[in-house]
């Protein structure tokens, strides 16, 4: 025999006392071993389920964007037969502003600003128009509002 056999044989020996020696620990072992296979075979089943619940619940979603996209779609022609049917009933006249480029509602065919812009245009003309006497005794008014408004702060402060 050569070293290496006598070797193997030495230590087949001392597993075969081990084994002997420690005859519940090994059973042990064995349970502790057949447990942990029973958890791993469980994990595994529930991982298949997960996966097979994700992959449904991804047809699900699916489904539901092109049923969204379709309603949009819907939802966007309702409104354009809405207005349709504002124009023909009310005479409201869907336009764009000029100022801020947002669609709005009139009555009038010749309206060209939404509400907001319309008061700033009104006021910029309001302004333009001024005499140059009038424009003076606007700044005075706002001048004297000023300092009014400055001596009650320090006042109250």
Known sequence: MTEEEKEAIETMKRWIEYEKQNKDKINKANELIEIQETVLNLIQKQDKEIE?????????????????????????????????????????????????????????????????????????????????????????????YMRKLRERRKNNV
């Open 52 to 144: 097979h619940w994700k992959k449904g619940f991804e047809r699900e979603l699916e489904d539901n964007r092109k049923n969204t996209c379709e309603l949009l779609k819907q939802d966007l022609i309702i409104r354009e037969k809405d207005k349709q049917i504002d124009i023909l009933k009310n005479h409201i006249h869907y336009k764009k502003c000029k100022n801020c480029g947002q669609e709005f509602r009139a009555k009038r065919t010749d309206a060209q600003y939404c509400k907001k812009c319309s008061t700033k245009v009104n006021n910029g003309n309001y302004y333009k128009n001024l005499s140059p006497e009038q424009k003076q005794k606007r700044r005075e008014q706002s001048k004297l």
